[in-house]
């Protein structure tokens, strides 16, 4: 089984606890969605789970049933709050360190808002 060593100290373990604030969009008891504070698109949106995880692997391999159950499903109702799921949005879960993963605490990206291009820029 996957392990994974979490850190409390993170930036989003400190949203989740309070300790900076966030502009929330939903919270429920398996998920916090909220604005990311360098938007890559007119909409973007960080969903993150309740629980200690530190990536996608970590979640999906250590989770329970209900917390991913719950947890996905809230992205597609922050989506649809959103009033983006027509035309559409990307989800993006970038994982690890050659997924380009910069906060250790597994999350969600929402983008929407315009047409997203290309999925992944190559370097040449
Ligand atoms: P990653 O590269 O880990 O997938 O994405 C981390 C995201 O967190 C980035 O898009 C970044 O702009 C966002 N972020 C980093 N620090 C903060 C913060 O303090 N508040 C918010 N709302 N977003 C943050």
Do not use: W
């Not at 502009?23 to 789970?49: R, S, Y």
């Amino acid at each position: 089984m996957t392990t994974a060593i979490y850190d409390d100290e993170n930036i989003f373990a400190k949203i989740l606890r309070g300790d900076i604030p966030c502009n929330k969009v939903l919270e429920n008891d398996h998920a916090l969605a909220f604005e990311d504070i360098n938007p890559q698109a007119p909409v973007h949106v960080l969903v993150i789970p309740k629980g200690a995880y530190v990536s996608n692997d970590d979640f999906t391999a250590n989770a329970s049933e209900a917390e991913i159950a719950g947890f996905f499903r809230a992205v597609g109702h922050v989506a649809r709050e959103l009033g983006v799921a027509e035309p559409g949005y990307r989800l993006i879960a970038n994982t690890g360190t050659h997924g380009g993963q910069e906060v250790p605490h597994f999350h969600v990206h929402i983008c929407a808002g315009r047409l997203l291009g290309r999925m992944i820029a190559h370097p040449d």
